[in-house]
């Protein structure tokens, strides 16, 4: 009993995250069934659980209206299913930032709203995606505790960018880069193809296979 309880409890703790849609179709069955199968999409890891909230599910084009009701919520997306958007509605949503997207497949429909869902729960670093690296090796460096062996796999890794650990689809922790050596040289980066060791802040149960991507703030021009 008292495992099954700690299995329920667990699963509470879950942090709840929603996507918000605004559907419009060209007939209210086309967009009552798309809004049924959104609504039975769910992600979920061990940290949280994504859901989708249909706001609206309508017939007819994206109006002014749709598109403010869209904005009161900062990421909803208005899906045109076969439908179109007037003038006004394109030029609000540019104005308000809201993303309309067309579709006249279903399935394409679902897929880009998964992808949605998907960075949701699992939100990228600040900055832009800069390169990856795999763990081969883990050492123990005394007090400097462990490093990862790695070898970089595409793009760069730069010393002070931020990053995050993924094991398989999980995130195991999102960091910046502490120390960065190529064989026995601290260097500032290094680039696809090269061994290194990397050490992260606050960070150091690696296990090799993990992989860690780097993320670059782009200078203002």
Do not use: W
């Not at 104005?95 to 429909?109: K, L």
């Not at 490093?147 to 689809?169: E, H, P, Q, T």
């Amino acid at each position: 009993m008292d495992s099954v309880s700690s299995m329920f409890s667990g699963a509470a703790r879950k942090e709840q995250r929603h996507l918000c849609v605004v559907i419009k179709a060209d007939v209210v069955g086309s967009a009552e069934a798309l809004a049924r199968s959104l609504s039975e999409l769910k992600l979920e890891n061990d940290e949280a659980v994504v859901k989708i909230k249909v706001v609206v599910a309508d017939a007819g084009d994206v109006t002014k209206t749709d598109v403010a009701i869209a904005s009161v919520t900062p990421g909803t997306t208005i899906i045109a299913f076969n439908s179109a958007a007037t003038m006004a509605a394109m030029e609000d949503a540019r104005t308000m930032g809201v993303r309309i997207e067309y579709y006249n497949i279903v399935y394409d429909a679902i897929e880009s709203v998964e992808s949605r869902m998907q960075e949701v729960l699992s939100p990228t670093p600040e900055g832009e995606y800069a390169g990856s690296a795999v763990v081969q090796e883990v050492f123990n460096i005394g007090r400097t505790g462990n490093i990862a062996g790695s070898r970089c796999l595409d793009g760069i890794i730069k010393k002070g960018s931020n990053v995050r650990v993924m094991r398989g689809d999980k995130i195991m922790a999102e960091s910046k880069v502490k120390s960065l050596r190529n064989f026995k040289a601290e260097v500032d980066l290094i680039s696809s193809g090269d061994e290194c060791g990397i050490g992260l802040t606050d960070f150091e149960d690696f296990l090799p296979g993990d992989v860690i991507e780097s993320y670059v703030m782009q200078r203002q021009k």
